[in-house]
């Protein structure tokens, strides 16, 4: 998988693919990089797919591109009603990642959060123009339908999922 070239001031920690889900169909495709921003981490990305964004995007209020402020949720305090995994959903991580947290209910997002099941992301809206806030450069990779590595990366059989919504941005 081609990472995006990531440059600038930020301590970029981690990048590479994104991609949406919603009624479990693919909605769009990008780059992403998640950077370490003075005291905080982002989660920015830039999308690939589709083309030019359609009735699904526009309805999901997924923006071409955007950064957001990105913290991990703390498994072991509590969550508000209605909100957080429960029972055997909840992350279960190592002594060294739960010390991170320091008894408080978030810790900044480091990228081997991300490899544990369960773990819980708190995305908070910081900016459509991820690249002017971070000082990175996200560069997108020019994707065509009959050539897009989407379903071999998340091992997904093309004929299964409905392409429409990735490709064209229509529900089907």
């Given at each position: 998988m081609a990472l995006p070239n990531v440059l600038g001031m930020g301590d970029v920690l981690e990048a590479g693919h994104i991609y949406f889900f919603y009624r479990p169909r693919v909605?769009?495709?990008g780059v992403y990089a998640i950077v370490r921003h003075g005291r905080h981490t982002h989660l920015a990305y830039e999308?690939?797919?589709?083309?030019?964004?359609?009735?699904?995007?526009?309805?999901?209020?997924i923006e071409p591109?955007?950064?957001?402020v990105v913290t991990v949720r703390n498994p072991e305090a509590p969550?508000?009603?209605q909100a957080g995994l429960t029972g055997a959903q909840k992350a279960e991580f190592p002594q060294a990642m739960e010390d991170r947290f320091r008894g408080r209910r978030f810790a900044q997002l480091e990228p081997?959060?991300?490899d544990q099941r369960g773990t819980e992301l708190v995305l908070?809206?910081?900016?459509?123009?991820?690249?002017?806030?971070l000082d990175i450069d996200l560069v997108p990779e020019e994707e065509r339908e009959a050539e897009a590595a989407i379903f071999r990366d998340l091992r997904l059989e093309r004929g299964?999922?409905?392409?429409e919504p990735l490709f064209r941005g229509d529900w089907r």
């Open positions: 909605q769009r495709e999308l690939e797919l589709p083309k030019e964004p359609g009735d699904v995007q526009r309805e999901l209020l591109k955007a950064s957001f969550a508000p009603p081997d959060f991300l908070i809206g910081a900016s459509k123009a991820p690249e002017e806030e299964q999922h409905p392409v």
